[in-house]
T-cell receptor, first 114, second 116 residues
Framework: AQSVTQLDSHVSVSEGTPVLLRCNYS??????LFWYVQHPNKGLQLLLK??????LVKGINGFEAEFKKSETSFHLTKPSAHMSDAAEYFC????????????FGSGTRLQVQP | GAVVSQHPSWVICKSGTSVKIECRSL??????MFWYRQFPKQSLMLMAT?????????EQGVEKDKFLINHASLTLSTLTVTSAHPEDSSFYIC????????????FGQGTRLTVV
């Protein structure tokens, strides 16, 4: 069994300030973890993924996330927010079974203030 | 990168009619495709998993006879919402994986279904 908890349903930051979106997971296997971004009425775009390689994962648009097994966390960060970062972000876990389906967190809406 | 195309991007239909949504992997062969449903301001909920040439596996609570899934080839899966009702109005998203381990899934752009 696997699950994902996104600790904040809504985060608001000012443009140019750091972004932190929090995610905790549970998994019976060595998980793969992903962050996806969804702009309004659009599909999901992969920001980054962790698949048991380096624990600090760098993604697109300046985002990165750190896998911390001891804390079962995979928080998403960005040093400086841009207006175009305003969107819905989903933390996703995939377990180690042969045929996997993704389990999505409930999502965090990021608002960027000018 | 791998591209998944979903069609149509939006559709409006009358109550009682059926609607077909297509999900195509454009530049890879998808061994597995997944169909999700997303209600407004909520996360994605997996509806079913389909493997090419076999019957789809539906999640608990999803009506098989209402949401017909066909995965006839390695590049195409279809979701047909039969006898649609207003409560079926939602955002439907497919994803496709090209390897058995499903280490990464590629998402279509989604289909906004409105039943009037």
């Amino acid at each position: 069994a696997q699950s994902v908890t996104q600790l904040d349903s809504h985060v608001s930051v000012s443009e140019g300030t750091p972004v932190l979106l929090r995610c905790n997971y549970s998994s019976s296997y060595s998980p793969s973890l992903f962050w996806y971004v969804q702009h309004p009425n659009k599909g999901l775009q992969l920001l980054l993924k962790y698949t048991s390689a380096a624990t600090l994962v760098k993604g697109i648009n300046g985002f990165e996330a750190e896998f911390k097994k001891s804390e079962t966390s995979f928080h998403l960060t960005k040093p400086s927010a841009h207006m175009s970062d305003a969107a819905e972000y989903f933390c996703v876990v995939s377990d180690g079974t042969l045929v996997r389906a993704l389990t999505f967190g409930s999502g965090t809406r990021l608002q960027v203030q000018p | 990168g791998a591209v998944v195309s979903q069609h149509p991007s939006w559709v409006i239909c009358k109550s009682g009619t059926s609607v077909k949504i297509e999900c195509r992997s454009l530049d890879f062969q998808a061994t597995t495709m997944f169909w999700y449903r997303q209600f407004p301001k909520q996360s994605l909920m997996l509806m079913a998993t389909s493997n090419e040439g076999s019957k789809a596996t539906y999640e608990q609570g999803v009506e098989k006879d209402k949401f017909l899934i066909n995965h006839a080839s390695l590049t195409l899966s279809t979701l047909t919402v039969t006898s649609a009702h207003p409560e079926d109005s939602s955002f439907y998203i497919c994803s496709a994986s090209q390897d058995r381990q499903n280490t990464e899934a590629f998402f279509g752009q989604g289909t906004r279904l409105t039943v009037v």
